[in-house]
């Protein structure tokens, strides 16, 4: 049936601009500044969504970031399609689609709707009583279980859109743009100081601001009125930020605020391209000022969750914002005075209210007066007991309360309505306040939980209802006096503000209102998403689950999408109540972040892709991504894994690599082995501290192989330390270890050995490594450098020279991981390039061949060098790599020294590196793969594993490195290497494979 | 005797409209002595007292809870449960834990909706393709059911899982234990607390502990907010809290209480049906039963009681998921939790005696002592009962960090899990 | 994450820092004196305080300074920064 449920303009809807969507594919339209929930009411579409358990028909039941029951997909490209987004909370746009979730095959007919027939077995927590028979099947039931849960549908390809991150520090952060809020935000920026005022939505004023009441009156015009020129004043302050569609997300320690800024939600998809959807607002505050306000609460009865059911101050923001009236026939359930404000929008905009059930015996205040003027039929001291109506409320039941209010009495009366507004009071939105650390107290006569102010963390303050405070003058009477201590203030201008305003002084509130049906035959639903009703809560109570976290936690409670921001205060209630407990004794569950959910995407801003972490590149990257190399990810660096030439394989290319190096000559980009400059007058002996061996002697120009423990005894970090002066050293780290040597090193140097005098300095990326190794090294160097004399007299083998190439100042390190004859030259990383490809030049007539890693790490295993980190996993000493060599037995200390003679580090059975040779030397071992003696054991005792395993192509068999237990006395003893469909037998060797003379290095 | 937990007694149930429910588990006030006294209330020490009576014939015992049961780390986990570690003697215990756990729902009468979805580890880089191998290796001689998955396998296991080769850390692989899963965390700590109070185990809530009365070097009693109690056997299965409780006592553990986050998203229809972890770039996820994303992020760096954690944390965790699910950038965080897990320095548990006389310790889960419950319980009630430790338990002793004999599982827990 | 005034740097937010864990854990002068049990108790054994504990930090995106902090645990509030090498302040 098509009707016309716009009124006339308002001045917040533009009437002229008509936008047209789709909702479960028809085509509507609404109007510019619409709300898709705005909309489809204009549309006079109620029923809007399904309930998650029962699948109960859902309609609009509030008009905010509350709502639990309008709740849609909007979109459907798989990219851009947004799940659970609430009706109340987006603006239309042309195009938007929109459809209802959790039903099939539409909202209209849903199947899930028999779930509500058998509600009955249905009650809280029945999935821990059941679903347990046969064993075997639960994952059977669980299917159909997740399959029937979940809301919306997640996107099913990644997300197109851009989001962004933006820092703000400012003196005063206020947030909220209601009368308190404004109020704040023009004192602040009055007093000169930095101000960012943030409002989720579209416009400022809050509900304020459409409030056309002459009840309601500031310095004798209408509170609106007067609010609109104060939100005109704020115009003039150039110290003011002011964010609208921006939602205060989190408020952490330390005045560490995230708020959410819409940017294109509302626009169309044209409107909407190449600009960033959301900005998330990180800001420091130096004080905070939370003017969120309060929420209406919703009556608990019998069927209380009825599509035309909505809050009585939602149908008001929807008459008197948006223009669109909720039904034509419409009814209010009050315990309070503001559904009377209601009643008078509804009355002006001339909508017939059929009647108004309060459950108070009367009030006294001037607005009921003005209603009762109006000749509305208004039944006092009583309830509703009942509704009617499945996919919209048709009609209600109501009855008289008795005295305490525990049971109704008398003759039960029907009336037909098609729209029921309830209000049950109000709640201040405490969330922000609790989150930052702030604790709560309870006002009795409000029932509601506020700020302590005792309890308030500093540097932050809460005003108007949220603080309280419901009505006008209090509201601006008690800011004011606020922030006058708050922000330091002595005169404002709000200081003799003549506030008119109704008294609401007849309070009666009744969690759970009685019905003249038992309890069972009822619905009374506290928590609309998630299906949970008062009989749900009581029960939980009966079965001993008594804190309130474990009712939530039982029942579901509070636990949607709305995180209970309309049900979390009626559970409390009809607990304290069922327990005969204080309500303020009871607390209140932790409120956690965010206030309104908040999209990944938002929260990583431009971290994604390529952004996801830094990629650190060394001077030669350019020339390698030429040459076709493959990369690996060492730690944040890229280095060269392998050169593949002509469609090679990587095993193809390695071996090519690995024997021309040794045939020849290799290079290696070596430059991302960290360096730390050393200097300083006990140079030497810091050296002696955190490395295992002596350092005292070794001479200037000489170069010296360390290994670093932890504290614990554990091998570390190893690498080539060189005297280059007196009081200087160069030392090497490996490329995954750089920063946390440095780190380490800084911190004994800092703390437990002040008394040294040492400077260190990371010089990783300052000078750029290119290793050169090879029989023919010695001839490329010799050909870049002419007049350096290489004889081994003069530059032997762990030595080092300053030299000059192509007037270059550099180092070189005569050093080898390879086992070759090899140098590596250290230089200023801008020739680093250049010096490569000279290199490779020069080297053409030696068959240079540029190797990766894999390469690298063949060459040193074919020596037996360990790779810490891959040979080692921090529970090898040094003693267990069989380097018993390098610990200065002599000294004092150094880091580990301590642990390695624990009870059980000098144990002799602990696992040790070992050398492996498969009987068939083409088998190359797994990495990884474990070692056993005999296979038929059970359980099968694990000696130990595979930690570097090649083919050697310079000795034409398969090698490899492993810790076994006990392994240094197993030499030449035969173990078996255990895959998933054959054993592997191998031999235990010596470590060395390869020159165990060391010949190569001098050759 | 507690009436069972079935579809008829469902049925039954709803013929008296759910007026007849037993309580799960009796209020009672603390008598004045027991005869091992419990501190904490979380799943791992109401399965202790559970397996006490259960398995030793100890009838007299109390759990103590200073807040709610299962309120700690129990109900802030991320419900991942899975066997597939390095070590033997961690593969030991876990598995042993996962065993029990194929069977807890009926044993306790109480569906703690444990299912077998699997869990899949990511590989990044060359390095964690050797350790996850060797694990995997080690795995399968131990009798657990983990498999090497290449990039193919991961992505037809997961579809969802953005394996191409040009991201920032692309996946080179991992492994499956399809044995592992989740369930349901609350319902771990209600199960054994009814199953516990059915046995005469007195579990009193709202009780801190306030003092550890000792009479030379043997234990006495606890002095608590309701009073003091005697007892000269307590073992104590406090978590974050485990290094309060032993300063009372007046003795040091190795441990640092530190908060770990995890976060949940709007629940969405299923899209990822096992659990997925990636130690490299840090994130693992799972959807919950209820269509939430659940995703644990890591620890701060730095000792803290808050039960907040910080913000950098959550977005490096989310950052990681993004980088791996592009998919759910549009997804939502719906809630944000912190909980306080106390490390070791080593990354397994502590379950042992100390030089105290009938003081032991069930300590040091780190971020992963969800999936040990039911072993750990079982494992302490063993050790207290018998006053040595079981030899599943045996490794995870307090000497080891004096004698050096560590058991390291940074490799399998250097991310939350 | 809060804010930590660096005594060199001045206030910066905590993720710019990196934490040391306890305070006042001088390392032995004389390691090889101590026994098994002393050495463990040096390299292990730590109060991990809930409330008021001295900590150290380090600056580590910033002049990568050590100092140390007393900081309540419980609610993360830092009441004194001080050098290394200063003495604590007995007053909280």
Redesign the interface.
């Known amino acids: 049936m098509k009707k016309n449920l716009r009124i006339a303009n308002t001045k917040f809807i533009d009437q002229t601009s008509r936008i047209s969507f789709k909702f479960n594919g028809k085509t509507l339209y609404g109007f510019k500044g619409d709300s898709l929930a705005s909309a489809l009411l204009a549309n006079n579409i109620h029923l809007v969504a399904r309930s998650f358990k029962y699948h109960r028909p859902r309609g609009i039941m509030t008009c905010g970031s509350e709502e639990p029951n309008a709740i849609v997909q909007i979109g459907n490209d798989p990219s851009l399609t947004d799940p659970n987004v609430r009706a109340t909370e987006i603006e239309i746009y042309e195009g938007l689609e929109a459809t209802s979730q959790n039903c099939w095959p539409s909202v209209n007919f849903d199947i899930g709707g028999i779930n509500n027939f058998i509600s009955p077995l249905l009650p809280a927590g029945f999935y821990y009583k059941t679903f347990m028979w046969p064993a075997s099947f639960w994952e059977k039931y669980e299917y159909f279980i997740r399959h029937s849960a979940g809301l919306g549908k997640a996107p099913k390809k990644p997300d197109p859109d851009l989001y962004d991150h933006q820092y703000a520090h400012c003196d005063v952060l206020v947030v909220g743009g209601g009368i308190s809020g404004i109020i704040s935000a023009k004192l602040s920026a009055t007093k000169g100081l930095d101000t960012i005022l943030i409002d989720d939505k579209n416009f400022l004023g809050g509900s304020t601001i459409y409030q056309e009441n002459s009840s309601y009156k500031i310095n004798d015009i209408n509170s609106n009125k007067w609010l609109n020129k104060e939100i005109e004043s704020l115009r003039d302050y150039p110290n003011l930020i002011i964010k609208n569609r921006t939602s205060l997300a989190a408020f952490h320690g330390y005045n560490y605020l995230l708020a959410r800024e819409n940017l294109t939600d509302h626009l169309s998809y044209n409107e909407k391209k190449d600009r960033i959807r959301q900005r998330l607002w990180k800001i420091r505050s130096k004080k905070v000022i939370i003017a969120t306000g309060s929420i209406e609460r919703p009556l608990i009865f019998s069927n209380n969750d009825r599509p035309g059911i909505i809050l009585c101050s939602s149908i008001k923001k929807y008459i008197d914002y948006y223009g669109v009236k909720t039904g034509e026939n419409i009814s209010l359930f009050t315990n309070n005075d503001s559904a009377y404000e209601t009643a008078l929008s509804l009355n002006k905009s001339g909508i017939k209210i059929n009647a108004i059930v309060d459950i108070r015996k009367y009030s006294e205040s001037s607005i009921v007066k003005e209603v009762l003027n109006l000749g509305v039929n208004i039944l006092w001291e009583s309830t509703i007991v009942e509704t009617h109506g499945y996919k919209r409320i048709k009609s209600f039941e109501v009855m008289k309360l008795s005295k305490d209010g525990n049971s109704v009495v008398g003759s039960k009366s029907k009336y037909i309505t098609d729209c029921l507004g309830i209000s049950g009071g109000w709640t201040p939105m405490v969330h922000l306040f609790t989150q930052s650390g702030g604790k709560l107290k309870f006002k009795n006569d409000d029932n509601i939980f506020v700020p302590d102010e005792n309890k308030t963390p500093s540097d932050q303050t809460s005003v108007g209802s949220c603080n309280g405070d419901f009505k006008l003058n209090e509201i601006i009477g008690n800011t004011v006096e606020n922030l006058k201590v708050f922000l330091d203030l002595n005169k404002t201008c709000y200081d003799d503000m003549k506030v008119i305003c109704p008294d609401e002084k007849t309070k009666r509130n009744i969690w759970l209102l009685p019905s003249d049906k038992p309890l069972y035959k009822t619905k009374p639903f506290l928590d609309f998403q998630n299906d949970s009703t008062a009989k749900d809560v009581k029960l939980a109570l009966r079965e001993g689950f008594k804190s309130i976290e474990h009712v939530k936690r039982y029942t579901t409670t509070g636990m949607g999408t709305d995180q209970g921001k309309l049900s979390n205060m009626h559970a409390l209630g009809i607990i304290a109540d069922t327990t005969g407990t204080n309500m303020g004794e009871l607390g209140t569950t932790t409120f956690r972040p965010p206030y309104t959910p908040l999209s990944f995407g938002t929260i990583v801003g431009r971290n994604v892709g390529e952004f996801f972490d830094h990629t650190r590149r060394t001077a030669i990257h350019d020339w390698h991504i030429e040459n076709k190399a493959e990369f690996e990810n060492v730690g944040q660096w890229k280095r060269p894994w392998y050169f593949p030439k002509n469609g090679e394989t990587m095993h193809q290319a390695v071996q090519r690599e690995s024997k021309a190096a040794r045939d020849s000559a290799g290079i290696l980009d070596a430059s991302t082995l960290g360096k730390i400059d050393i200097q300083g007058t006990d140079a030497s002996e810091f050296l002696n501290r955190v490395y295992t061996n002596s350092w005292s002697k070794l001479a200037i120009g000489k170069c010296r192989y360390g290994l670093m423990l932890n504290e614990d005894g554990m091998v570390y970090d190893d690498g080539v330390t060189t005297r280059v002066g007196d009081n200087h050293y160069i030392m090497t780290t490996t490329t995954g270890g750089a920063s946390n040597v440095l780190s380490k090193l800084e911190d004994y140097l800092q703390t437990e050995w002040t008394e040294l005098d040492v400077y260190l300095t990371t010089v990783t990326d300052q000078y750029s490594t290119i290793s050169i190794c090879g029989p023919n090294s010695k001839n490329i160097i010799q050909k870049l450098i002419p007049d350096l004399d290489l004889s081994d007299k003069n530059f032997p083998h762990m030595s080092f020279k300053n030299s000059k190439i192509f007037n270059v100042k550099c180092r070189i390190m005569r050093i080898s991981f390879t086992g070759e004859h090899s140098y590596e030259i250290n230089i200023q990383s801008n020739y680093a390039k250049d010096l490569w490809k000279k290199s490779i030049d020069i080297g053409r007539e030696y068959n240079i061949t540029p190797y990766g890693t894999e390469t690298m790490h063949l060459l040193r295993a074919e020596k037996g060098f360990i790779i810490t980190g891959q040979d080692t996993d921090g529970t090898l000493t040094p003693s267990d790599l069989q380097m018993d060599w390098i610990i200065g037995k002599k000294k004092y200390d150094f880091i580990g020294k301590r642990s390695l003679y624990r009870s059980d580090t000098i144990r002799e059975d602990r696992k040790q590196l070992v050398g492996l040779l498969t009987d068939d030397p083409k088998e190359v071992l797994e990495e990884g793969a474990q070692l056993v003696e005999n296979i038929n054991n059970k359980p099968v005792e694990m000696l130990g594993h595979v930690t570097s395993s090649y083919f050697s192509p310079n000795l034409n068999k398969s090698i490899a490195l492993a810790i076994v237990k006990s392994g240094k006395k197993m030499k030449g003893k035969k173990l078996i290497v255990p895959m998933e469909n054959k054993n592997i037998s191998v031999t235990i060797t010596d470590t060395v494979f390869y020159d165990k003379e060391n010949k190569r290095l001098n050759a | 005797m507690k009436n069972k937990y079935s579809i008829y007694s469902l049925i039954k149930n709803a013929f008296s409209h759910h007026e007849n429910w037993q309580r799960a588990w009796r209020d009672p006030e603390p008598k004045k002595e027991y005869d091992t006294i419990i501190i904490g209330g979380g799943g791992h020490g109401l399965a202790t007292a559970y397996y006490l009576a259960k398995k030793h014939n100890i009838k007299n015992i109390a759990v103590v809870e200073k807040g709610w049961i299962g309120g700690g780390n129990t109900g802030r986990n991320t419900t991942i449960i899975r066997s597939n570690y390095l070590w033997d003697a961690s593969a030991g215990l876990y598995d042993h834990a996962l065993k029990i756990w194929e069977g807890l729902s009926q044993e306790l009468n109480y569906n703690i909706m444990f299912s077998q979805r699997g869990v899949m580890n990511l590989a990044h880089n060359l390095q964690d393709v050797r350790d996850l191998k060797r694990r995997t290796h080690a795995n399968r001689l131990n009798g657990i059911d983990a498999v090497w998955l290449n990039t193919e396998e991961v992505k037809k296991f997961c579809p969802i899982i953005n394996t191409s080769s040009n991201i920032r850390y692309p996946v080179l692989g991992g492994t499956l234990q399809k044995r592992a899963g989740t369930a349901r965390h609350d319902a771990v700590a209600w199960g054994y607390a009814r199953a516990a109070d059915t046995m005469g185990v007195d579990i009193i809530q709202n009780c801190e502990v306030k003092g550890i009365k000792r009479n030379g070097d043997q234990v006495e009693g606890i002095e608590t907010t309701k009073g003091y109690i005697k007892s000269k056997k307590i073992g104590v299965v406090a978590a974050g809290h485990s290094s309060v409780i032993a300063n009372m006592a007046g003795i040091r553990l190795p441990l640092e209480s530190k908060p770990l986050q995890a976060l949940v998203s709007e629940p969405v229809k299923p899209i990822i049906d096992t659990v997925v972890m990636s130690n490299a770039v840090h994130a693992y996820v799972s959807q919950s039963d209820k269509g939430e994303l659940v995703i644990g992020a890591g620890t701060d760096a730095y000792i803290s009681y808050t039960q907040k954690g910080s913000h950098d944390v959550a977005e490096g965790t989310l950052k990681a998921i993004l980088e791996l699910y592009p998919i759910f950038s549009r997804m939502k965080m719906l809630r944000q939790w912190g909980g306080i897990v106390d490390i070791c320095p080593d990354a397994s548990p502590i379950i042992s005696k100390t030089n105290i006389k009938g003081l032991y310790f069930n300590c040091g889960w780190g971020t992963g002592g969800f999936k040990a419950t039911p072993g750990s319980g079982d494992l302490f009630a063993y050790t207290i009962a018998n006053d040595e430790p079981h030899k599943l338990n045996a490794a995870f002793n307090l000497n080891r960090f004096v004698s050096g004999d560590l058991v390291d599982e940074h490799g399998a827990a250097a991310v939350a899990h | ?3 930590i005034n660096c005594p060199y740097c001045g206030e910066r ?3 710019e820092f ?4 306890e305070a006042h854990l ?3 002068k ?3 004196e ?1 026994s ?2 002393q ?3 040096y ?8 409330g008021i ?1 001295y ?2 930090w ?1 600056h ?1 995106h910033g002049c ?3 100092f140390n902090i007393v900081r309540d ?4 509030k830092i009441h004194a920064v001080y050098k ?2 200063e003495k604590p302040p007995v007053k909280i």
């Open positions: 994450m809060f804010l937010d905590q993720t990196s934490c040391g864990g001088e390392r032995p004389q390691p090889t101590l098994d049990d050495w463990a108790e390299l292990f054994m730590r109060k991990n305080i809930k504990q900590e150290r380090n580590t990568r300074k050590w645990t419980s609610n993360d290394i090498g």
